[in-house]
């Protein structure tokens, strides 16, 4: 949960990584809640979120209903 940084919270999948510099990118897999999180993480000039290829405001990823598939893009820079 540290380095990739996927903390659950009540309102959702808080993400917040901290990679090693030498990392460019990661895939987890996670499920939460009986809902299916495919993360794919890639370093980038950028911090953001994309959620099912849409660009998603804030770090806490939304909760679903029973058997949602979420497939989730999160680009993270040197400083996160």
Do not use: A
């Amino acid at each position: 949960e540290y380095i990739c940084g996927v903390k659950p919270q009540i309102n959702g999948l808080e993400i917040s990584p901290c990679f090693p510099s030498i990392w460019q990118e990661c895939l987890v897999t996670r499920m939460f809640r009986n809902v299916k999180y495919n993360i794919h993480y890639v370093r980038s000039n950028k911090n953001r979120i994309f959620v099912n290829g849409e660009e998603f405001s804030g770090k806490t990823l939304p909760l679903g209903n029973l058997g949602d598939i979420f497939d989730v893009r999160v680009e993270f820079s040197n400083g996160e």
